[in-house]
């Protein structure tokens, strides 16, 4: 969501309020604002920001080692 800002409408039917709120909560998941919003909330250090940043990419691979590993066994 860089750059812009974005609207989330959810109108609500007759049919209840608890419907809507689910579905403006989806809508947020869907565009990013939840996910954005935790990243904003504290400031972190650019050097913060790099190192959780390569922890994750650690975690990815590690993750997709352990998957071609594991479907070579089932060969």
């Known amino acids: 969501m860089s ?3 974005s609207n989330v409408k959810v109108e609500i039917d007759p049919k ?3 419907r809507a709120i689910r ?15 935790r990243a904003r909330k504290e400031y972190k250090k650019p050097s913060i920001k790099k190192k959780e940043k390569l922890k994750a990419a650690m975690k990815r691979n590690a993750k ?3 998957k071609m590993e594991s479907s070579r066994k089932k060969i």
């Open 23 to 37: 579905k403006f909560k989806r809508m947020c998941e869907a565009f990013g604002i939840t996910k954005e919003y």
């Open 64 to 66: 997709s080692k352990r």
């Open 3 to 5: 750059g812009g800002h």
């Open 16 to 18: 209840g309020a608890e």
